[in-house]
C-alpha cells in the first residue's frame, strides 16, 4: 500500500480526523488516540498529519517492525534519531527527559507516533505512557480495541482526543477509484480508471469502503480485466470476478497476554501477513448479495470495443453530477470543520507591494478583461473541486487545470503540486516553468514537491518580451474577496506578476500584490483589479484590462 501523503484521498471524514488530530496534538494533555479496523487508511492519516505539522514539531514514528526485540522507549528515542544503547527503563527514561529538555530550548516539540499501537503489551504501553507523563506528545494509533484499554489513561486526564476513521461512503469510493488511477498515471490506463459507474457500487459493496480492502480488490479485479482483454470492467464483471475469488477474511493481531515486554502473535494474523486475494487455498468467505440494481451484462464492455471509448468519455462526467449532486444533498455533519484547510496564504509566494515598480500605463480598450461581476458567489469546497479535476477526461485537460488551480488556492496543496507537473509538462496549459515553481511552493507537505522546487530554483525569465495577461474568471464572495484566474499572453514566460485592485472603503488608492502564480484570493470588497505580466526588468511590463468585481446593488 502507497503511504505518501500525496496519495492521500480527502473523503470527507478522513479530512475532518486530519483535522483534528492535529488540533488534539497542540493541547497540554499529551496523547492523542487515532482509531479505526484494518486497512481503513491510518498509517496515510499519519503521514499526512505529520506532513502538516512537521514545521512545529520534531517527529518520529515507529511500528510493530520498529519494536521488535526492543522495549518501546529505546525504539522511541532511536526513531528519534538518538543513538542508545539497551538499557534498563529507569535510564532510557533518563535520557527522554534530557531529550525533552533540549526539544524545548529548540522550540519544537516531540512527537511521538506509535502505529499498531493495539499490539503493544500492557508493560510497553507503560512505557509509552511514561514518556506521555514526561511530556512528550502521543499518537497512538490502532483498532478498535486499543480504546478500551485506556481508561485508566482518561481517568488520569492524559487523552487529549479520541479521532475515529470510518470507512468511506458509497459517493467517496466513487471518487477514490478515479483519484487512484490519476496518481498512479500506469501506462496502461494512462491515469483513467477503467472501472464504471455501476462497477464501483459493487466494490463498494464488496469492500465496505475500507481502501486498503477495495485496493486489493481492484487489482485482483485488474488481473483479470487484463487476462481476458476486458476494456472497460463493468459491474457484472466485477460481482462475478469477486465471487470467484478466494478473499481473505479480516484477521486482527492480538495484544501479548504474558508480561514479556513484547506483542506475541496470535491465531489471528494481521492484513498485511493475510494470503493474497487470489490465492486458491484461502476459503471463501460467505457472500453478501449484491443488488441486482448493480449489475449489467458483463459482456457488453468486450463485445464493443467503440461503445467503450464513449463510455470513458461519458463516465467522467456523470462522476462529477454526481458528487456534486451529494455533496448538495449531504446531510450537515455534527459540527464544523476547523478552518485549518486554509486558504492559500499571501505569504509563500505571494507579497504586498509598495511604490518600488513603476506606474504601468493603463491598457488599450481591446486589451484583454472579464465581464463584470454579477452576483455573489458562494465559496467552494476544495475537496469537491479536486474530485471533479480528477474525474476529468484526457481531453478536458485545460477544464482540470482551471480545476486544480482553483482547488490549490482554496487549500488542497496536492492538486497545487498537480498543477506544477501541468505547467512542467504543459497538460491542459502553455509550459512554464516559472509558474510550475510558484504551484510547487504552494503544495505544502507533498512529497516530491520540494524536489521539483530545488531543480527549478535555477531557472530565469527569458530575455525576451512579456505580453498582456488573459484574464480567464472571476468570482466575487459575501465576505468581499474576489477569486480571480488568468493565463499568459502570447509573449515570453513573466518573471511573477503584479495585482493591481483598489477596494470599496480605500479611497480610490491602487493596492499591490506581487505573485509567481496564475490565481489570487484577494481581500474586498474589491471594487476593480487588473494583472500586470512583469518581465526580468522593470521596464518590461503589460498590463491586461482593469476588471469590475463588485457586484451592483439590489
Known sequence: MVHDPAWFYPATEHRRAVIRAETAIEQPRPVTLLIGGAGIGKTLLQRMLAARCRDRFLIARIDRHDRLHKQPLQAALEAFGLKVADAPPAELLDQARLFLQEGQRDGLRPLLIVDDAQMLSEPDLAQIRVLAEAGMAVLLAGRDDLSGRLEAWRADDLIADQVDVPPFRDSETAGYVPHRFALAR?????????????????????????????????????????????????????????????????????????????????????????????????????????????????????????AAGLILLVLPVLAVVGLGLWWLQRPDPAGEVPEAIAIAPATIADRSMGSELPEVADASPDAPHLPPVTELSTPPDPVVLMDEALAAGPDQAARAALLYQRAALWGQPRAAYYLGQAFETGEGVSPDLNRARGWYSLAIGVWGAEQRLGALAGNAPPAGRVAAPVPTMQAAYPDGRVEIHWQNGEGDSPAGFLIEYVTADGGGEIQRIETERTAILLPGPVERWRVIALGRTAADAEASGWNTASPPQP
Not at 273 to 300: C, F, H, Q
Open 186 to 306: 500506469c501506462p496502461c490506463h494512462r491515469g483513467i480508471s477503467p472501472f464504471d459507474v455501476g462497477s464501483l457500487k459493487v466494490l463498494h459493496h464488496w469492500s465496505g469502503g475500507v481502501p486498503g480492502v477495495l485496493n486489493d480488490l481492484m487489482q485482483h479485479c485488474l488481473r483479470a480485466a487484463g487476462a481476458t482483454g476486458t476494456a472497460v470492467i463493468g459491474a457484472g464483471f466485477v460481482d462475478n470476478c469477486l465471487r470467484g475469488t478466494a478473499i481473505a477474511p479480516p484477521v486482527v493481531l492480538s495484544p501479548a497476554k504474558a508480561d514479556t515486554g513484547q506483542a506475541k502473535p496470535s491465531a489471528d494474523r494481521s492484513a498485511a501477513d493475510a494470503a493474497p486475494i487470489d490465492d486458491p487455498k484461502t476459503p471463501l468467505p460467505p457472500l453478501r448479495a449484491v443488488p441486482a440494481g448493480y449489475l449489467v451484462s458483463a459482456e457488453t464492455s468486450g463485445r464493443w470495443p467503440g
